[in-house]
Structures are given as structure tokens and as C-alpha cells.
């Protein structure tokens, strides 16, 4: 039996980091998707009896035996079951990371090793100890802000839910899951986020399963609706970083100076919220005005994560290149290098976006645009 399922990378447009300290934020889904296929066998030896899992695009392939598994993760299926999620306990995870070290994964690539260690946790805890192939496939940048790591998170979790559910009605295409699957997918994703992420504020995969645009705080999610024409144009500094680390630093500030972060988080909270009234305002305000409004916003954003301490000379580079077009940009996701979004407004010339893509990309950098909004998850039979 063979299930697909895909899941979209996100743009932060408002209230990165701010949003893990209880501010509000606001992000869309683009149209930049992970993809997860799982092959169950139907009879038994078809595949050895072996969990394997193929990162097709890094030519890498893991492979574990049931029995390896069930040897060393003992304690997953008396923990939790597949329709209440819970935690990986610090226990689990050191058992699993004993099975991701085993793997040998190229010293260049070890960053994949929260990810395969995520793979483990939500495929035991969700389908137990059967074995599958499961073949992953990404159109986003790893860590680079565009929330590679959410967008697997849900695809797999889409893919592993899908698979066990009843209705395995086979269509055209892709299709979307339904409400009481899609909040159970994003609360595995999120328990699957804080293994990568230490801390996520769980905007990434809520963003990445629910679609559209979301305004987040708290864990409450406000659906945006807007006629506003969007564009960003994405410029991915190619600088890698980790998420985890940098949100750890801006607790780590967080607690040296709690009186200036709070007021930095509570700014970052007024910002987003006023993002959100102006993308979703019916008041009678010219679409000039309106993205007058959000360039200053996305500027005061950016002031502020450099106060945070997650912006990188790269990023600077990239704000200073577009400001010579007159046009504003900010870092996107958790910074420290990774993409930057530039706010293309509806009457700036191709010619000068032409202009500052030559620029950008002569600079080592690279240049996208996405559709922003889009679908969330999806799976396929
Ligand atoms: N397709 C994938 N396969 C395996 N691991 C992945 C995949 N996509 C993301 N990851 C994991 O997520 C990490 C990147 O997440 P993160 O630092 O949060 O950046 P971002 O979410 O912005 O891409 C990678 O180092 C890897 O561990
Ligand atoms: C920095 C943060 O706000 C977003 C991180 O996004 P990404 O992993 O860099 O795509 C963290 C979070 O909200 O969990
Ligand atoms: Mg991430």
C-alpha cells in the first residue's frame, strides 16, 4: 500500500521569536512543498522486515531492522498511542539517538541528525514497530528559515495518519484531510518540532498544516482573509544556521535582561497585530498606502530581531542592497543567516526587480519568489 502525502514551507512576516515568548506573529503558507511517500508491504519479507527511510535529494538512505527498533525504543508503544500525542521523553530520545548514530551519517550532513532522530519518534509512536519505506523529497532550502523543518514534520505526520486511517478513498490528486485528523496531525508535528527545535511556538507547522495566512499567538490561530496582492521576493543569504541555537539564545538574553525583552516582544506584538489589521482592513485605504504601511512595519520588525540578536552581516547586505531601490526588507524565520523577504510593492518596475536580483545574486545570494497562501496538507492514494 503506498500513501503520499505534502506539506508547504512558510513565511514569517511579522513576530519571529517574539512569537515563542507569547507574541503575536503572522505567516503564510508558500508554495514550496516536502513531500513523504510511505510503502507499506502487503505481505510479510516483501522489504526485509526492515523501517527505511530514503532522503532522495540528499542521495541518503537509513535503514533500520523492526527488531533493532523494538530492542532499543522498548518504551514508545506502552507511552503513548497514535490519537493522543505526547512527548518524547529525554529517555526515548537518547535511545533513538543510539539508532540514529548507528546510521554513520556523513560528517557534512549531521545536521540531518535531529531530523532522522524525528523520523524515528513519530513513526514508532503513530504506525509501532511495522516495517515501510518511506521516500522524502523537498522543494525548500534546509535550515533556512523557510520552515523546512515544520513542513517535514506535518508531511511525514500526514503521510503516517493518512495510512491508518479507514478511509483511504482513492482519488485524482491531492486532497485535503479532515478537520479532526488535521488538528491531530499538527499536534504530532508540533511534538515532532520540539525535538529539532527545542522551543518551537508551534507557528511553523500550524502554518504548514492549516495553509493560508495565520495570525498566531499563544497557540491560538486567527485565519487572515485578504483581497491585498502580496509579494515577496525571497533571498536565501545561503549562510546556514540552526534554529534551535538561535532560539536558545534569545532566551538566554531573555533571562540576562527580562524587563528590554519584554518590551521588545510586547513592540513585536503590536507590529504583527497591526500586519494583520492591514492585510485583512475593508477600509477604504489605497493598496500604496497599505504597503507603505507594512514596508515601515517590516522595518521596525527588523530593528527589533537585531536587538534579539538573530540578524547576520549577510542579512544586512541583503537590507542594504534592496534599500538602494528604495526598497524594505527583513530576515525571515529564526535569522542568523537564511532567507530574507523584500517587499515587492504592486507598482515597483521588473526592471528594478530585475536590477536587484542581478545584484543580490552577483553577491552569492539567491533569488525566488513564491506564492504565498496556499494550501496546507495534503495526501494522496
Ligand atoms: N526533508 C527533511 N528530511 C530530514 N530532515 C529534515 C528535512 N527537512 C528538515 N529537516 C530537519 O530540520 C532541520 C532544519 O530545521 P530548522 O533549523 O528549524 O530550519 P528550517 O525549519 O527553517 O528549515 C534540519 O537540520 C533537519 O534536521
Ligand atoms: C524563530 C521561530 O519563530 C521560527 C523559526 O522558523 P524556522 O525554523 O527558521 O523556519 C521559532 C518558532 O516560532 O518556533
Ligand atoms: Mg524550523
New binding site residues.
Partial sequence: MEVKARAP?KIILAGEHAVVHGSTAVAAAIDLY?YVTLHLPLLSGENNDRLTLQ?K??SLEFSWSVSRLKEVIPSVSNTSSPSTPVSCSSETLKSIVVLVEEQNIPEAKI??????S??LWLYTSILGFIPATVI???E?????????????CVALTAALIASSSSDKTRGEGWSSLDESNLELLNKWAFEG?KI??GKPSGI?NTVSAYGNMIKFCSGEITRLQTNMPLRMLITNTKVG????ALVSGVSERTLRHPEAMNSVFNAVDSISKEMAAIIQTKDDISVTEREERIKELMEMNQGLLESMGVSHSSIDTVIQTTLKHKLTSKLT??GGG??VLTLLPTLVSGTVVEKVVQELESSGFQCFTASIGGNGAEISF
Avoid at 545536521?111 to 532522522?116: E, F, K, P, R, T
Avoid at 532550502?141 to 513542513?151: M, V
Avoid at 544556521?241 to 534551535?244: G, I, L, Q
Fill in positions: 514551507g516536502t532522503l535529494d540528499l545536521w540531518l541528525s535531529s531530523g532522522i524525528t523520523f522524502i523529497t523537498t525548500l532550502p534546509y535550515g533556512s528559515g523557510l520552515g523546512s523543518s515544520a513542513a517535514f518540532e529539532i527545535h511553523d544556521r540552526n534554529t534551535k524565520g529564526a537564511g532567507c
